[in-house]
C-alpha cells in the first residue's frame, strides 16, 4: 500500500502539494508515482522564476523504465527547486513527500480548491 | 489471459512487481531494480527465466539440421555440452531469433529460445525438421532459473541435489550439462559468471526456496535488461528482428561463413548484402551529458569528418547502474565516426560511440 499523508492535496496526475505557513506551495510526486516508476535516474528541474499554468508540465523524472512529465497541480512562479535531486535523485524514492519534494511555488491562480484530498486520492488509486 | 510460471506465488511473496512479458506475468523487480542490478555485479542473484522455450532436438540427422537451421555452425561444438549462440535467419537474412543450443550427444541437441517468439520458432523448426527426420520436442514440462554474479556458481552448488552439483562443478564457461532429469548450462544474460538451472516444474519451488534459504535474491526483469545491455547482449525484438540481418545487428561474429560448401537458411542474402555493401551497424552509444537514451530515438549520425550521414535509430537504451551514466545500443549508417547526436524529447545531445560492451565480469571495459 502506497502511503498518502492525510494534510496534502492531490491531483490526478499523481502530483502532491503543501501548502506552507507563508502560503506558497511544495510539490513533488507521491508515493505511487515513484513506485510506478521504479529507480529514479535523472530529474529535470525548471528555473527559477518561471511563471507557469495548471497543467503545464514543470519538471522531467526519469527512472531507469521511462521518462514521465510532471504537471503544475495550481498556476503560480517557480521560487525554489530542490537541486539535491540533480545529484541524488533517488531521494524522491527514498522521501518522496519530505526531501524528494520538487519545487516551491508561489501561486498565482486558485486551482488549489479542485484538487484531491487524501481520501479521494486513494479512492482513485483503488480504481 | 496472460499465463504465470511455477514460481508466480514466490514472485508474490518475494514482493514481485508483477507485469506482462510476452503473455507471461513475470516480476520486473522486487523494490529496486537497481539494488538488484548491483547484486548480480557484486554478489549473486535470480532470475526465474521459466517463460523461455526449451526445446530437445532429436534424431540421427540432427547435426545435419542444425548446420542447414543455423547461421552459426553447431560443426564447431566438438564437446558433449558445449554450448552455441546463434541467429535462426528465414530465407531473407532477417533474424526469426537468436538462441543457445547445447550439443549433448550426435543424436541430442538442446535448444533455448525466446518466449515471444515462442509460436513462430516452433512452426518454423517443425517445418524445417520434418525434411531430416529430426523429432522437435518442446520441454514446457522444466522450469528454469538464472543464478548470477561472481559468487552464483559457488551459492547454486551449495544448493543443488548432490548428483547435480557433482556434474555442475566441473562445467567450463559456455558449457552445460544433464543430470537425471535436471540441467545446468553455466551461461546467462548478465555479463557475469552463473549457471542456468533447467529442472522439472515441480522441484522448481524448491531450489528457488533453498536459493533464497542461502542469501541468493530474487532479481526481475528490469535488472536482467540493464545488466544485458551493459554486456553489450543484443535483445530480440528490439536489437534485432525478421526485417534486420545479422550483418546490421552486431551479429556478424556469429555467422560461420567457413566450409564455403554448408548451405544454411539465410546464406545466400547474407552473401549478397555484403556484396552489395553492408549499409549500417550496430553501435554502442555513451551519453556525454544528463539524459536516458530509449529505445527508437534517432540519432543524428556523422562521419570522423563532421560529415552529417543522416539518421540512424537507437534500438535499446537504458541507464547503467554501473556507470552512472546512460548507454544504448543504435543501429546507424556504417560510416558513422566517434560521435552522434541523438535527439531526447526535442533536444539534440551528444553521445559517444563505442564498442558495444559497457561492463565485463563486474568491471566498465
Known amino acids: 500500500m502506497s502511503e498518502i499523508p492525510a494534510e496534502l492535496k492531490y491531483s490526478k496526475s499523481h502530483e502532491w502539494v503543501r501548502v506552507n505557513d507563508d502560503n506558497t506551495l511544495t510539490l513533488g510526486i507521491t508515493d505511487h508515482a515513484q513506485a510506478a516508476l521504479g529507480d529514479l535516474v535523472f530529474v529535470e528541474l525548471p528555473e527559477t522564476g518561471a511563471e507557469l499554468m495548471a497543467d503545464d508540465a514543470v519538471c522531467v523524472v526519469e527512472s531507469v523504465k521511462a521518462a514521465s512529465d510532471v504537471y503544475m497541480p495550481v498556476s503560480g512562479e517557480i521560487i525554489e527547486v530542490n537541486e539535491a535531486l540533480n545529484d541524488e535523485p533517488e531521494i524522491i524514492n527514498r522521501s518522496p513527500y519530505e526531501d524528494g519534494w520538487l519545487v516551491k511555488v508561489n501561486p498565482t491562480g486558485n486551482e488549489l480548491d479542485d484538487l484531491m484530498d487524501a481520501e479521494a486520492y486513494a479512492a482513485i488509486l483503488d480504481e | ?365
Open chain 2, 1 to 365: 489471459m496472460s499465463q504465470q510460471t511455477v514460481l508466480f506465488d514466490k514472485h508474490r511473496a518475494s514482493g514481485g512487481k508483477m507485469v506482462d512479458f510476452a503473455g507471461w506475468q513475470m516480476p520486473v523487480n522486487y523494490g529496486s531494480q537497481i539494488a538488484e542490478h548491483q547484486l548480480v555485479r557484486h554478489d549473486a542473484g535470480m532470475f526465474d527465466v521459466s517463460h523461455m522455450v526449451i526445446v530437445d532436438l532429436s534424431g540421427d540427422s540432427v547435426t545435419g539440421f542444425l548446420r542447414y537451421l543455423l547461421a552459426n555452425d553447431v560443426a564447431r561444438l566438438k564437446q558433449p555440452g558445449k554450448a552455441l549462440y546463434s541467429c535462426m535467419l528465414n530465407d531473407a537474412g532477417g533474424v526469426i531469433d537468436d538462441l543457445i543450443v547445447y550439443y549433448m550427444h550426435n543424436s541430442w541437441y538442446r535448444m533455448v529460445v525466446n518466449a515471444a517468439t515462442r509460436e513462430k520458432d516452433l512452426a518454423w523448426l517443425t517445418q524445417q525438421a520434418a525434411a531430416f527426420g529430426v523429432e522437435v520436442n518442446e520441454r514446457a514440462d522444466l522450469a528454469m532459473i538464472a543464478v548470477q554474479g561472481p559468487n552464483a556458481r559457488e551459492q547454486a552448488l551449495s544448493v543443488l541435489p548432490p548428483d547435480v552439483a557433482a556434474a555442475a562443478r566441473p562445467l567450463a564457461r559456455f558449457y552445460g550439462v544433464d543430470s537425471g532429469e535436471w540441467f545446468v548450462g553455466r551461461t546467462g544474460y548478465t555479463g557475469e559468471d552463473g549457471f542456468e538451472v533447467m529442472l522439472p516444474a515441480g522441484e522448481a519451488g524448491i531450489l528457488w526456496d533453498k536459493l533464497l534459504a542461502a542469501g541468493v535474491k530474487p532479481c526481475g526483469l528490469g535488472a536482467r535488461d540493464t545488466l544485458r545491455l551493459e554486456a553489450g547482449m543484443n535483445l530480440y525484438g528490439s536489437d534485432m528482428t525478421e526485417t534486420t540481418s545479422p550483418l546490421i545487428s552486431g551479429l556478424g561474429w556469429t555467422i560461420s561463413w567457413q566450409p564455403e560448401d554448408r548451405d544454411f537458411i539465410g546464406r545466400r542474402a547474407l552473401q549478397a548484402e555484403q556484396a552489395a555493401g553492408v549499409k549500417q551497424k550496430l553501435v554502442g552509444l555513451a551519453l556525454e551529458q544528463r539524459g536516458v537514451l530509449r529505445a527508437h530515438q534517432s540519432v543524428l549520425a556523422k562521419d570522423n569528418a563532421g560529415h552529417p550521414l543522416g539518421k540512424g535509430e537507437v534500438t535499446s537504451g537504458t541507464f547503467s547502474p554501473t556507470l552512472k551514466k546512460s548507454i544504448a545500443l543504435a543501429r546507424v549508417p556504417a560510416a558513422t565516426g566517434e560521435y552522434c547526436e541523438v535527439d531526447i524529447r526535442g533536444k539534440l545531445l551528444p553521445a559517444r560511440v563505442v564498442k558495444p560492451v559497457f561492463v565485463r565480469d563486474g568491471q566498465a571495459v
